[in-house]
């Protein structure tokens, strides 16, 4: 079965500082992976997947399939990225697509 | 804009009554989900269907019903709630690509 790990229940940083939320998964065939971010007050929503390679509000995501590992990077922390953040893995196998979440990290950028 | 709407967004009710949520979309999604997200739990899927004929268990689906009444409702159901089962309740649809995932704003449930 899969599963998602991230180690950090909160991470705390500095305006300013860079930001890596971990994100470590375990899955037998071929992963996708996602960030989602829910903000105080507001809908849980997607932030960015890994098959996009895109950065969004300035934060990227590289799988890296050797380490297992889809951690969320962004160079300068802003403090309206303070949120919940929750790395996702779908399972696409037998086509059942389902979402498998982590526990959550909450980043809080202190100003 | 089309949308997903959970009602009641709140409610607060005693251990053995029986409670619906329900989960309305506007958005033409075939896809539907019922999560319950707790403190340092995350996200668990409880049910989800792919149309209104296909509904399936999530990992947690024990102590929980579902109803697909249409394509764009998705109700819960608690037949006897107990304690444990206080959380933040979360509908969500998607396309049949899967992704991206469309959450309502939440049901806050508490049960004394």
Known sequence: AQRVTQPEKLLSVFKGAPVELKCNYSYSGSPELFWYVQYSRQRLQLLLRHISR?????????????????????????????????????DSG?????????????????? | DADVTQTPRNRITKTGKRIMLECSQTKGHDRMYWYR???????????????????????????????????????LSLESAIPNQTALYFCA??????????????????IL
Do not use: W
Not at chain 2, 43 to 61: A, H, P
């Open chain 2, 93 to 110: 649809t998607s396309d049949r690509r899967g992704q991206p995932q469309h959450f309502g704003d939440g049901t806050r449930l508490s």
């Open chain 1, 94 to 111: 037998a086509g059942s697509y389902q979402l498998t979440f982590g526990k959550g990290t909450k980043l809080s950028v202190i100003p």
């Open chain 2, 37 to 75: 997200q707790d403190p340092g739990l995350g996200l668990r899927l409880i049910y989800y269907s792919f149309d209104v004929k296909d509904i399936n268990k999530g990992e947690i689906s024990d102590g929980y019903s579902v109803s697909r009444q249409a394509q764009a409702k998705f109700s």
């Open chain 1, 54 to 90: 895109e950065s969004i509000k300035g934060f990227t995501a590289d799988l890296n399939k050797g380490e297992t590992s889809f951690h969320l990077k962004k160079p300068f922390a802003q403090e309206e990225d303070s949120a919940m953040y929750y790395c996702a893995l779908r």
